[in-house]
């Protein structure tokens, strides 16, 4: 088999290998059905037990209650953007949303296209390398919404942002969903693509109080109303039956490295070798400012353009792939996910001291 090499992407992003290994086995069959995983029947017994298994392992995770829906989507994080206003911004009501980078932008706009919307808070005077410490929050907001990982600035919410008492938050988590133990209570909707510490890309996860799908419009299309999906447990029409079962195995393998207090702590530790490298470092510096740094994406410069070329250049040739940063800021990105192994960053570490030592 080819060599795998450690792929810093941000997203579609690495999955562990034992999912993959899992996963190859049950394509030909899944157990001992003689059909593969892609080709069972989605109303089908062996198809449901791992559609009813994916949900239980979330629910089991996050500690989800019964008081709220775990939603089997389709059409990315961005159909979110368009499906959150859809379905809770009424006529003549504002939303809040909270900006702190080219996703939270895009929400928004969206948004704009339902009703009104206030910025409670915006990073992008210094260019979205921070998370602001304070929100002026509109009179009576239908929702707060926030981005609680910036994947191209490399900003992540170190906690949740205080909202006024009675307002649901509603967060994008597409960039740290499950690094972390999640105080699900806090939280009305969360919403996550799932290709990045998740499975693969065509599903997205959702998390909904049950008390706002009931809220939510019923003039939409069918498709695009919460309780369509709500109702039918995610299989109203042909789910993502293949990116469901990926997900249920990576909800497994989470549970092996200790849930989400234990993944949090092996994403800490990944990121603080990187991070303290960086703060000593004579030639690389880190981007996002301390105390908004991102454990998921870690975004750093030379301060010349040509340079990181040549770094990128370098790390590839190392084995290294998927470092450069997003097109819109340039630079350098290493997306160190759940499933990014920390053999990874050492590596990373040390293409990074030799590159030091000879440009020095
Ligand atoms: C934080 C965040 N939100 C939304 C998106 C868009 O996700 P999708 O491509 O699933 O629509 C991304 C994609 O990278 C993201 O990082």
Redesign the pocket.
């Given at each position: 088999m080819t060599q795998r090499i450690f792929n810093f992407s941000?997203?579609p992003a690495v999955l562990p290998v034992e999912v993959l290994e899992e996963a190859r086995d049950n394509l030909l069959s899944l157990g001992n059905t003689g059909i593969g995983i892609m080709e069972h029947s989605h109303r089908g017994k062996a198809y449901m037990a791992v559609h009813e298994e994916a949900e239980a392992l979330c629910r089991e995770l996050a500690g989800i209650p019964d008081d709220y829906h775990v939603l089997f989507l389709q059409?990315?994080?961005?159909?979110?953007?368009s499906m959150v206003p859809m379905n809770l911004l009424r006529p003549g009501a504002t939303a809040d949303y909270l900006v702190t980078?080219v996703?939270?932008q895009?929400?928004v706009a969206e948004a704009q296209r339902c009703g009104q919307v206030h910025v409670a808070c915006s990073s992008q005077d210094r260019s979205f390398s921070y998370i602001p410490s304070q929100c002026q929050f509109s009179t009576h907001p239908a929702y707060v919404h926030f981005?609680?990982?910036?994947?191209?600035f490399g900003t992540q919410f170190a906690a949740e942002p205080e909202t006024p008492a009675g307002v649901p938050l509603i967060c994008?988590?597409?960039?740290?969903i499950f690094s972390r133990p999640l105080p699900i209570q806090r939280y009305g909707l969360i919403y996550?693509?799932?290709?990045?510490n998740l499975g693969p890309?065509g599903v997205?996860l959702v998390i909904i109080r049950k008390d706002l799908v009931e809220a939510g419009s019923r003039d939409l299309g069918t498709m695009l109303q919460y309780r369509t999906f709500a109702e039918d447990h995610s299989l109203y029409n042909t789910p993502p039956t293949f990116g469901i079962y990926i997900m249920g195995l990576v909800f497994k393998w989470i549970k092996q490295q200790g849930g989400l207090a234990g993944v949090e702590r092996l994403n800490r530790e990944k990121a603080a070798r990187l991070y303290q490298y960086l703060d000593q470092s004579q030639r690389f510096r880190a981007t996002a400012e301390p105390g908004s740094r991102s454990l998921m994406n870690i975004t750093f410069v030379t301060g010349d353009a040509a340079l990181d070329e040549k770094f990128i250049a370098t790390a590839k040739k190392a084995g290294l792939d998927g470092l450069k940063g997003h097109r819109s800021v340039g630079g350098m990105r290493a997306s160190i996910y759940n499933a990014f192994p920390a053999a990874g960053v050492d590596a990373l570490l040390n293409v990074m001291r030799d590159f030091e030592q000879q440009a020095s």
């Open positions: 941000a997203g059409g990315g994080a961005s159909l979110q953007f980078g996703w939270s895009k929400a981005t609680s990982n910036n994947t191209i994008d988590a597409s960039s740290d996550a693509g799932a290709q990045k890309s997205t």
